[in-house]
């Protein structure tokens, strides 16, 4: 069984096609004092995701459900988008460019949709093209089903794997117990689908009677982050724990994370609701932290403008106001941390842009840029 005990231990991940050895590293939560922000786009009340089109123009999506198209200082807004239900951590979520979308305009987004007979919502993602200052040609590609009343825990975050398929996430939304363990149910899970919202065929859990096909693996919390790594194309989750025990994982298909089996984390109450940390079965997650930084945006710093940051993963911390740096060795191994950012503000999310700079979501200031002192 694969074990990691943090903050003083890391546990050595085995990257695709090839195992690793264990290895252990102790470390604490460094200062870097060398970056600032520089704020790009200002007054944004909870800019929750990003997207940066060949033009150099930026789409913002408000939690509220606001679409804005950014470019030389001018903000424009979308018309056309879904109808949310905004409403404590629902809303208009996630925003992602198709991989080729210089020959075929297609936008992705995930948002709390109140599609369905029940009252509530769940997850949903959907496709558009912007024509103008409006999306056209809407389309629902899944929907995540019952609605529930409960308003938290939706996810959710979207990446490409460059093969054709979309990957995104949806929280347990609220229930625990029910949700993230049963693959015949919506909710706790990585989904994967084909770009067009069909199902692939070599999905896990294809031809199973009941289940739910797109999912490629199962047992998380509420993963607001989520990364291809560019060298490996590992698929790098980062999930909400709840007293303590945020987790980042390497979502692989089939694969079982654990909640609420396992945790490294209590209820916020303080007491326990289980008396594990591994079963047979249950993945094991690269990294975690006690107490909880409650993690929102992912991103690997790659060929980027900082050269000192190159290779390592960036997290943003809604609990404590900064961004969190994971050092990683080539083979996966996180071997250290860093903090960012100080006191800069809650960081809803962490993108790295085309241009090779680090873009930040800050709640109640907008989209900044990352530079050096």
Known sequence: MKKIFILALVFAITSIGCAQETKKYDFELKQNDIYTIEIIVPELVNPWGLAFLPDGAMLITEKSGEIIHYKDGKKTMITGGPEVFSRNQGGLLDIQLH????????????????????????????RAKLEGTSLTNTEVLYKGSPNTRKAHHFGSRIVFDGKGHVYFTIGDRGARDE????????????????DDGSIPKDNPFVGQSGVKEAIWSYGHRNPQGMIIHPKTGEIWVHEHGPKGGDEVNISQAGKNYGWPVISYGINYSGTTFTDITEKE????????????????????????????????????????NYVERLLLKENGVV?????????????RNVVMGPDGYIYLGIEGKGIARMTKR
């Open 281 to 320: 079965g249950m993945e094991q997650p690269v990294y975690y932290w006690v107490p909880s930084i409650a993690p929102s945006g992912m991103a690997f710093v790659n060929k980027s403008k900082y050269s000192d940051l190159d290779g390592s993963i960036l997290v943003g911390s809604l609990k404590f």
């Open 99 to 126: 991989p080729d979308y210089k020959n075929n305009g297609w936008i992705y987004m995930t948002y709390s949709s109140m599609e369905g007979e029940e009252e509530g919502a769940h997850t949903a993602l959907m």
């Open 335 to 347: 071997y250290g941390r860093e903090k960012l950012l100080t006191d800069t503000g809650r960081m």
């Open 179 to 194: 949700n993230p363990q049963d693959i015949t149910r919506d909710g706790g899970k990585v989904y994967r689908i084909n």
